[in-house]
């Protein structure tokens, strides 16, 4: 059913600080070098105006009448005409979303840094040294400007190239979300074409007064966190009859609001903002940060753990990892989420089936937590709005709720409290502040009520997620070698297919095919698999590399004509997260190795065959130093007993001699390609032995007493699939092995007597 006439409610954005960030001249340097990648296109050259890039008049004409014959619209030579000569200093949005970036979400050191370059290009001394002019960058020609931003993409220094390919990031990714008319130019629609709108489940939070005192509040398990992990194991712990209270940094947004927008999709619902990046600034790490965490967020895959990934685990030490209760755990969360496999696949999955089919490749379709229903929707990373997705907050959360469980938002959990038992550490709660909501939803530092909070439990389950959970442990004083280390990514780069008709790929189930022949390319379970991906725009295009403001707007106009994939990586070796020391978030420490980035490059280049034998015209990959394959002949069609068609298919010359090119490139240089990970897992290593990781086989922190940990952090290395059913079924094993030795000591201390 269509969603015609369905407008969500609008999710108001973080009031910024009042710090100006920058200072005048530093915005004028900053917007002038983001103009050079976002400019307003003309056939006539105008100093006055340093925003616009002047181009042929062919090339104008081309770009032209390829998006109006896109758009098919009365209006569409207008609409045309806007996009192409839109630049983003012009935009007061953009303008707004940038300070709103580094007054948030940038890490000092790295606005810092920024603010430092920034001045020095005010400086005849500093201009000349970065610039090769004593000319201020904003006052130089567009020209000019351009071939400084392309010389510090490659420049000696890596300062200078990580200051190059944050400018370009910026620029892209704000643009892509506050331009006011690539949407439309793209076709991307504020609400998804098909879903009726349902509503969430009426969730209460507990409030408290305003005050200068401590509140306490007293229950038999405190769980921090309510995505995959936290939501698990307060169902069962609730269920067992046991007092349980689920706090939450963030913010429950009903289903009315959903999907958001762009923008604030991405500041209410991910960590940071969405823009978390690793400290060498080549891959953006998305992790959920809402009610539901990453369940709210994520594309619905339901994966099951491999046998090659069990078996490896088992290894280690931790048997109950070929056992029936992991299987048993398996099948029981799958159950509960009514995960199946009958729907309609997207143009884009059955893109990846039908290549795959040609190509002789082993193509599966991917379990989706739908409720044993149709899910027809790729907006779903922007919040489910009919409610099909059946993650925490439709399932979970609800039974917990349902079952007694009490729940508090806007809750900042600052340590676990500790009870000292004849000199073992003891959890006895946890202690944070609360942030009532306003306006902003908790968001605004005015007009709320913010109180210290303490919760005192028998036993605490920290449920973070794999990049909060050990600095939890460790502002706890918790003392572990491998806490925060052993950080797996499954770093992933992006490839985009482009066909001649409309595709509309952000229409339908954005993930339910993947493709597993690269899966073990070492022989040691480590390898890519090929999936596809959500077709949001701000999340999606900005990960491609730009070569001009022409290209990049002409490759961003062709999105509706799009089929896009990744190559997701069993990353072998890791990384680690550590606390910002000014904030106090997360940072990550990770760079995509050498061994890992031969297996990404072997998953692009499968990615490309499949697009090839599906009729793709083009294939772009979201590594810079590759260019995108682009068909020279027609596209030839032949029924399946033809023999004499001439259409040679993968064998093209062409195409083979961009992949000999393409794989002369290994392992692939990690400055030159931009990566993503949405899934971050291990950074609280389960183990046989304290000397190996953070939690012993039942999930309990080493060398403590009550203190659990719940969420893939646990996992003893990277799950090869996507983690969430892993990450449940880990959870519902150690919640009920919890829950049931509760009811023992509740049954011991009264007698034995029936509660």
């Known amino acids: 059913m269509a969603t015609a006439g369905y407008t969500p409610l609008d999710a ?16 004028d340097s900053l917007l002038s070098l983001c103009d050079v990648v976002i400019p307003a296109l003309t056939t006539e ?34 609409k045309a005409r806007q996009f192409l000569e839109e630049n983003v200093s012009s935009n007061p949005l953009f303008k707004e979303a940038v300070r709103r970036l580094f007054s948030l979400y940038v890490p000092q050191d790295s606005k810092k840094g920024l603010s430092l370059i920034l001045t020095a290009l005010n400086t005849r001394a500093g201009s000349l040294l970065l610039t090769g002019s004593s000319t201020p960058i904003q006052n130089q020609s567009f020209d000019a400007r351009e071939k400084v931003l392309n010389n510090w993409l490659s420049s000696r220094l890596p300062q200078l190239r990580q200051v190059g390919r944050s400018v370009m990031l910026l620029a892209k990714r704000q643009w892509l979300i506050n331009s006011p008319t690539s949407n439309e130019i793209i076709g991307f629609p504020r609400v998804p074409v098909y879903g009726k709108p349902a509503d969430t489940f009426d969730f209460q939070f507990l409030q408290f007064p305003p005050g200068d005192g401590v509140e306490t509040i007293e229950t038999d398990v405190v769980i921090v966190g309510s995505g995959c992990g936290g939501a698990v194991a307060a169902k069962n712990l609730a269920a067992a009859g046991h007092r349980v209270v689920v706090v939450e940094k963030a913010y429950h947004y009903p289903s009315s609001y959903f999907p958001m927008t762009q923008g604030s999709a991405f500041a209410h619902m991910f960590e940071q903002g969405c823009n978390l990046i690793t400290n060498d600034g080549c891959m953006g790490v998305l992790a959920g940060a809402t009610w539901g965490g990453g369940g709210t967020v994520n594309w619905g895959a339901s994966l099951q753990t491999q046998n090659y990934v069990r078996q490896e685990w088992a290894d280690t030490g931790l048997p109950f990892f070929t056992s029936p209760e992991f299987q048993n755990s398996l099948d029981r969360v799958c159950h509960r989420m009514g995960v199946h496999t009958e729907y309609e696949q997207s143009f884009q999955n059955k893109v990846t089936l039908e290549g795959s089919r040609k190509l002789g490749y082993n193509a599966q379709i991917i379990p989706t937590n739908s409720g044993n229903a149709p899910h027809y929707c ?5 919040g489910c709005h009919t409610v099909g997705k059946q993650g925490p907050v439709a399932s979970w959360l609800v039974d917990a709720a349902k079952a007694g469980a009490l729940f508090i938002e806007g809750f900042t959990a600052d340590k676990v409290l500790f009870d000292n038992v ?21 968001t605004s530092s005015k007009d709320v009520t913010r109180r210290k909070v303490q919760i005192k439990a028998k036993k605490v389950i920290v449920s973070c997620g794999t990049l909060n959970s050990p600095l939890l442990l460790m502002r706890s004083g918790i003392k572990n070698s491998h806490l925060g280390r052993n950080l797996h990514l499954h770093p992933v780069m992006l490839g985009a297919a482009v066909f001649e008709e409309q595709t509309q790929p952000w229409e339908g189930d954005c993930l339910t095919t993947l493709v597993t022949d690269f899966e073990n390319l070492d022989g040691h379970g480590h390898g890519v698999k090929i999936e596809n991906v959500a077709m949001v725009p701000g999340m999606f295009l900005a990960a491609f590399p730009w070569f001009s403001g022409l290209q990049y707007k002409k490759f961003a106009a062709n999105l509706g004509r799009m089929a896009g994939f990744i190559a997701l990586t069993r990353d072998k070796d890791t990384g680690r997260v550590y606390p910002d020391p000014i904030s106090g978030g997360p940072r990550v420490d990770y760079t995509t190795s ?24 083009e294939f772009h990959t979201s590594y810079r130093d590759m260019r995108p394959f682009i068909r020279s002949k027609k596209i030839e069609t032949a029924e399946a007993d033809d023999i004499n068609t001439t259409d040679g298919g993968i064998n093209d010359p062409e195409f083979q001699a961009w992949i000999r090119e393409f794989r002369k ?3 692939l240089v990690a400055e030159s390609g931009t990566a993503a990970s949405a899934h971050q897992m291990g950074t609280c290593r389960m183990s046989d032995s304290p000397r190996k990781g953070v939690v012993d086989p039942d999930g309990q922190v080493w060398d403590t007493e009550g203190l659990y940990v719940a969420d893939a952090s646990v996992f003893p290395s990277a799950s090869g699939v996507n983690p969430m059913v892993t990450n449940m079924a880990i959870t519902d094993w150690t919640s009920r092995k919890l829950a049931n030795a509760m009811n023992r000591t509740k049954l011991s201390q009264t007698g034995g007597a029936r509660l």
């Open 12 to 27: 108001p954005l973080f009031p910024t600080h009042e710090d100006p960030v920058f200072t005048d001249l530093q915005w």
């Open 45 to 78: 050259k105008r100093p006055e105006k340093p925003y616009q890039k002047e181009i042929t008049s062919e090339e104008y004409d081309s770009a032209f009448k390829s998006i109006t014959e896109t758009l098919k619209t009365s209006d569409a030579a207008q």
């Open 378 to 382: 790729g907006h779903c990373t922007l």
């Open 422 to 442: 004849e000199g073992k550490k003891v959890a006895a709660g946890v202690e944070g502040e609360w942030t009532s909501r306003d306006t902003h939803l908790g």
């Open 594 to 617: 050498a061994f890992d980035r031969k297996h990404i490059l072997e998953g692009l280049i499968a990615a490309a065959k499949i697009a090839y034998v599906s009729g793709a015209k």
């Open 665 to 667: 490139k290994a392992p």
